[in-house]
């Protein structure tokens, strides 16, 4: 592969996308699938670059899988109609803060993703990555056809953590829990 090639359907996020369900360390099982690598990456709105990256990804990957997508069929159906990894906060999301005035996709792999700092060296310190951090991803989308579910899915390639954000998932922080004096809420 030449230098000049892109990838049509590989996008790198900006550096405002926040990471939310980050289980980047170790693989996890959901509904008793085989363990995976997965982060929830909350996209601003205003970040028309990166949302216009995504759809475009979208649209490569379903023009790419036609035939995984048609399956059995006479037809591919629509991309209209298919499960698709952009989705709305403000519609999915109305009671979770993070998601608002946002759009979140669910990234994930089976192999773990490469982690680095904003000068690009590997983070070893597990807990400098948590959700509600600030970063960048490099996700790529694809098309699937499984068990009766078509549509196009986000795998995720590696994450460039680039600034510190609120922890969520409603965790303190030990570094907080303890900032007052033993003695000061002894009886509190």
């Known amino acids: 592969m030449s230098k000049n090639y892109t990838n049509p359907t590989k996008v790198i996020t900006g550096v405002n996308t926040r990471w939310s369900y980050a289980n980047v360390w170790d693989p996890k099982s959901i509904n008793g699938g085989a363990p995976k690598f997965s982060v929830s990456l909350i ?34 159906p629509a991309l209209s109609v298919l499960k698709t990894p952009l989705r709305d906060g403000d ?21 773990a993703p490469g982690i680095v700092d904003a000068d690009r060296q590997p983070i070893i310190d597990r807990s400098e990555v948590y ?10 989308f694809y098309a699937f056809n499984s068990n009766g579910n078509k549509g196009i899915a986000c795998g995720l390639n590696n994450l460039q953590k680039m600034k510190d954000g609120e ?5 303190s922080r030990a570094e907080d829990d303890f900032a007052t004096e033993a003695e000061d809420d002894f009886l509190s």
């Not at 899988?65 to 591919?76: F, I, W, Y």
């Not at 959700?131 to 790529?140: C, E, F, H, P, W």
């Open 43 to 76: 996209i601003p709105k205003d970040d028309t670059a990166t949302v216009n990256k995504i759809k475009a990804a979208i649209q490569s990957a379903y023009e790419e899988g036609q035939s995984k997508l048609k399956g059995n069929g006479k037809t591919v």
């Open 167 to 171: 922890p969520l998932g409603g965790k």
């Open 131 to 140: 959700s509600g951090v600030y970063g960048r991803a490099s996700i790529n």
């Open 91 to 111: 519609l999915e999301r109305p009671d979770d803060e993070a998601y608002a005035n946002c759009y979140f996709v669910n990234a994930n792999s089976a192999s």
